[in-house]
């Protein structure tokens, strides 16, 4: 996934707004709250931080590439 592609999908939902914040994050919100987050890691890969479920949760830590945030 690229950035664009990122902010492509999300821009695509309903009652989105974007802003970059935070140090050059690209930040997608609904009602003013955040619900995705996307950066850059050391590595300079694409990564996107966002809010799910309990149930989803414990699906997607299983999978390849997928890791907890720390403040969501």
């Known amino acids: ?8 999908f ?6 989105t707004t974007h802003v970059v914040q935070w140090g ?4 997608w ?3 003013g709250k955040v619900f995705a987050i ?9 990564f996107v931080t966002f809010k799910c479920s ?3 949760y414990d699906v997607l830590k299983e999978q390849p590439g997928c890791r907890p ?3 969501l």
């Open 1 to 8: 996934m690229t950035l664009d592609d990122y902010n492509s």
């Open 10 to 15: 999300c821009a695509s939902l309903p009652r």
């Open 24 to 27: 050059g994050a690209h930040v």
């Open 29 to 31: 919100k609904v009602g």
């Open 38 to 46: 996307g950066g850059w890691d050391e590595g300079k890969q694409l």
């Open 54 to 56: 309990d149930i989803a």
């Open 69 to 71: 945030a720390p403040y």
